[in-house]
């Protein structure tokens, strides 16, 4: 059976955890030579074994935009130019209008805007022609939900930026998508602070508000960062795969 990533060399940011730890998971055993990165160095280790196939792991907080050129150029003196590049790495933060601080802004604008923003500005030099450039977003980019604003006007900007990297990024033929995921089950809530209660009941709450009455795996997922990164998806640049069980359209 032929590997969709064979030699590729794939880079994940946030790949310690959830949605990005499956990914790298699948690329891996998809041929592909995977780095993680994160800002946690024990659970980097432990991501690390679990994903195998000689993975590197490196910290580094995409807030910190010094923190972002030394991954690539690691990564290139290690397993050489990147053809895929998953900018993953991100935080939610919740709280209504008016009891959400300046700095809780600060925070997830840093990580979910100027993170991404800046990884892919400092990848350019370290990418190959033809790399597939692939940004979690969320299907919740369109919608309006409430205590979220600052959360998803980060996800919405990085639609924006999709659609204005892919124009600029073509002439090398880098491809450049969005995935929007629905409600996934990963640590994130209990990360933001949350209650393992009061994360399950939004879960539980999200799951209902879709026309599948669930919510997405992270294997879900991977397999559609798989089609997005390998030349399955060959024609589609600043676009934007939403997989969320039918909650943005129905
Ligand atoms: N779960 C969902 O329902 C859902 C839905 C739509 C979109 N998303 C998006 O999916 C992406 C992954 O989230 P997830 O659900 O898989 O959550 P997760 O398990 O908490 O993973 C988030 C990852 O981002 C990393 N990260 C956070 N801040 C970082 C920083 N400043 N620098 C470097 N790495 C950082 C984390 O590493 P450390 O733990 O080391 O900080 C972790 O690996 C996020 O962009 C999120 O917005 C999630």
Same mark, same amino acid.
């Given at each position: ?117 800046? +990884? @892919? ?9 033809? $790399? *597939? ?5 969320? =299907?919740?980019? &369109? ?73 997405? +795996? @992270? ?9 997005? $990164? *390998? ?5 589609? =640049?600043?676009? &934007? ?10």
């Amino acid at each position: 059976m032929s590997l969709k990533l064979n030699n590729k060399v794939a880079v994940v940011t946030g790949g310690n955890s959830g949605i990005g730890l499956g990914v790298a998971k699948l690329f891996a055993a998809e041929g592909a030579k995977v780095t993680i990165t994160g800002r946690n160095e024990s659970t980097i280790k432990t991501a690390v074994k679990a994903i195998g196939h000689d993975a590197l792991g490196l910290v580094s907080n995409v807030a910190d935009v010094e923190s972002i050129s030394p991954v690539f150029e690691r990564v290139n003196d290690t397993f050489g130019k990147i053809d895929i590049l998953v900018v993953n790495a991100g935080i939610v933060m919740m709280a209504p209008l008016e009891q959400f601080t300046e700095a809780m802004f600060d925070q997830v604008t840093d990580i979910n805007y100027k993170g991404v923003f800046f +990884t @892919v500005q400092k990848a350019l030099p370290y990418l190959n022609d033809g $790399a *597939s450039i692939v940004v979690t977003s969320s =299907t919740v980019a &369109d919608k309006g939900l409430a205590g979220a604003a600052a959360y998803i006007a980060t996800k919405a900007a990085e639609r924006a930026l999709v659609r204005v990297f892919a124009a600029e990024l073509a002439p090398r033929k880098i491809r450049v998508n969005a995935l929007s995921p629905g409600s996934i089950a990963t640590p994130i809530f209990e990360k933001a602070g949350y209650s393992k209660e009061h994360a399950d009941g939004m879960a539980d709450f999200f799951a209902n508000s879709v026309a599948l009455k669930r919510g997405g +795996t @992270v294997d879900e997922m991977a397999k559609g960062f798989l089609f997005l $990164a *390998s030349e399955d998806s060959s024609y589609m =640049t600043g676009g &934007d795969l939403v997989l969320d069980g039918g909650w943005r359209d129905l």
